[in-house]
């Protein structure tokens, strides 16, 4: 067998083994899952840096004489991408070990996860654009049935999930039909389609929409916090949070760099620059607002994607080069997130802000693994998400878009004022009575959140390797040579950043002021006071505040215009899904209306269709 086909062939394979196995075997279930995740791992290690590796076989033939092929290419970008689908998977399932213990879950959880794995492999290595849209479709299933295997309300969301990537993937399919038309062929590496037809327009559109549907920029974006809270935290993990994120964003970077052709400043760079920058405002807005833990992640996981469209779409090298990383570090934090989320949903009980706190001292790898990842996606330096949109911040320099910009700046300025009502709602506020027994969740979900984190620093302060090895080979061209350069991100003219430097200047800042504190001879302290409401003593246990209602500002005090924009947004005011919905549903109730039944009704339509067609055919004499 073809080396290429292992990473699709070997998870698809040992997929199928614990469907037989038994509901109370699920640590065997597990067990199995994990030795085919780390096979593929190992694969993709050797696998990558192998450079080119082609591999292809002749199907059949279409219209008689164009042979169809199952085509594969492992290169530069697939490679590292393949790389990280399978450190993933790993992380997951190692994760689920623990998260699924003790709940009533079927083995065939793990079957679907590899089975995710093997489509994910297999959309990342294919070099045929039909093989690629049937791995496609595959992990549209496959999110379907691990959504229904979620709590509560998980039939409603799942049927939106699969309703919305169904559709995208019809859009794909539209595409791919228009580029045949126009190339004469579907291999990737063959293709190079121009944009200054209409037709060539349309078909990337057409893929366009399919890549960030699954990523989850808006407009089609609903369908990740649709699936949130009734989904189980590791599939939120593994999934929306990481690998729709890789397989978006690398299919956007192939349609726009290779498959097309997409100049900076150019009508079509500048529609993507513009959904990257409404999806980065409008769904941290919405994320500031979030009272379930898990239904705020999922909406930070769709701003984050902005980011990522805003760097590939503008075209600059730079600042493609910081979406791609940020695509890396996107799945690396967010993960962590989630996985922390599930933690505290584990032993908690709930992912609701409200009935959360003071949780620090019970869970503290959940509470510093999550403090890392929160700073590192609000873009706190030295950490990395601090390092990739620093880089697309100095694209959008280059290319003197100042407003989109500020947007990013500012995206990133909410996300940590978000992220602090999270802290302080989780961990650092007044523990409920209920809590007190809460402890640390077992060390299989500790592992992945720990090494997370841990990327989550080194990716920061040694930003140089992973941009060396991992993304500046993707971008080629002379204008990327420059991003690196040791140890210091720069570029000609407009800024640089030295995480090695910034990280040294900022542990001394931290020691100076804890030695100014030690020395200067003051002491913490605190006073304690009854608390007075309308002239009687209140019991301080009665006396809770959690982190939602620092940021009721943001609703009520704005303006009602601020205000109704958010209950608007709650409602799904800006869901594509609801309107076409209602559309959909109008339409069916004017066919009901139509078809009552009635004699008279259907006689009437006869005569009116009649003299509708003697109209037309006086007309035409």
């Known amino acids: 067998m073809h080396e290429l086909l292992y990473p699709i062939v070997i998870p698809a394979v040992a997929g199928i083994i614990p469907i037989f196995i038994p509901r109370k075997g699920k640590i065997v279930a597990g067990i199995v899952a994990l030795a085919a995740a780390v096979y593929v791992l190992l694969r993709a290690i050797a696998l990558f840096g192998a450079g080119d590796v082609f591999y292809s076989v002749t199907m059949f033939n279409l219209a008689g004489s164009m042979p169809f092929q199952f085509a594969l290419r492992l290169y530069n970008f697939s490679a590292f991408v393949l790389l990280f689908i399978a450190i993933f998977a790993v992380l997951t399932i190692v994760y689920s070990l623990g998260y699924l213990w003790g709940k009533d879950k079927s083995s065939v959880y793990y079957s679907f996860i590899l089975w995710t794995l093997a489509a994910s492999a297999g ?45 995208s993937d019809a859009a794909m399919l539209l595409g791919i039909v228009m580029i045949w038309v126009q190339a004469g ?34 407009p089609f974006h609903s369908w990740v916090p649709a699936i949130a809270i009734s989904t189980p935290a590791s599939v939120m993990a593994f999934l929306p949070a990481a690998l729709d994120k890789l397989l978006g964003i690398y299919l956007l970077a192939r349609v726009s760099m290779d498959i097309f052709s997409i100049q900076p400043g150019s009508s079509l760079s500048m529609l993507m620059m513009i959904v990257g920058a409404v999806t980065i405002m409008f769904a941290v807005l919405m994320a500031l607002v979030q009272h379930n833990l898990k239904k705020l992640l999922s909406f930070h996981a769709v701003s984050q994607v902005g980011y990522m469209v805003l760097g590939v779409g503008s075209g600059i090298p730079i600042a493609i080069v910081g979406g791609l990383f940020h695509m890396i570090n996107n799945a690396i934090y967010k993960s962590a997130l989630f996985f922390g989320a599930g933690a505290i949903e584990k032993r908690a009980g709930t992912t609701e802000l409200e009935d959360l706190g003071g949780l620090a001292r019970l869970m503290p790898v959940t509470f510093v693994s999550m403090t890392i990842a929160a700073l590192s996606i609000s873009g706190v330096p030295p950490l990395n998400g601090f390092a990739s949109k620093w880089l697309i911040y100095q694209g959008m320099l280059e ?44 060390v299989s979900m500790q592992l992945p959140m720990v090494f997370l984190a841990i990327l989550c620093v080194l990716f920061g ?28 991100v720069t570029i000609p003219t407009d800024g640089f950043w030295s995480p090695g430097a910034a990280t040294a200047l900022i542990v001394v800042g931290v020691i100076l002021g804890l030695l100014i504190y030690v020395f200067s001879g003051r002491q913490a302290y605190r006073i304690e006071e009854n608390v007075w409401i309308g002239g009687n003593v209140m019991d301080n246990d009665e006396i809770r505040y959690p982190g939602t209602q620092f940021y009721k500002t943001v609703t009520d005090d704005l303006g009602p215009a601020i205000k109704t924009l958010f209950k608007d947004g709650e409602k799904g005011a800006m869901d594509g899904y609801n309107f076409f919905g209602k559309l959909g549903d109008s339409f069916v109730q004017v066919l009901r209306m139509l078809h009552n039944g009635n004699l008279s009704t259907y006689l009437s339509w006869i005569v009116i269709g009649l003299g509708v067609l003697s109209f037309i055919l006086i007309f035409k004499l």
């Open 461 to 488: 302060i040694f930003a140089a390797y992973p941009l060396e090895k991992f993304i500046i080979p993707v971008v080629t061209g002379g204008a990327a040579a420059h991003v690196v350069s040791g140890n210091i």
């Open 123 to 167: 959309a990342v290595l294919a070099d045929n654009l039909l093989i690629l849209l049937i791995f496609w479709e595959a992990l549209t299933a496959i999110l379907f049935f691990l959504v229904n295997m979620g709590d509560k309300d998980h039939e409603k969301s799942a049927a939106k999930a699969f309703a919305i990537l169904g559709l």
């Open 185 to 218: 062929t579907l291999t990737i590496s063959e293709l190079s389609i121009p944009t200054t037809t209409p037709l060539g327009v349309i078909s990337f559109v057409l893929l366009f929409v399919g890549a960030i549907t699954k990523a989850g920029a808006m």
């Open 399 to 442: 290319s003197r878009h100042v407003i989109f910009l500020i947007v990013a700046i500012f995206g990133s300025a909410l996300t940590l004022a978000s992220f602090v009502k999270v802290l302080h709602s989780v961990f650092l506020g007044r523990r409920p009575a209920r809590l007190e027994r809460v402890k640390e969740v077992d």
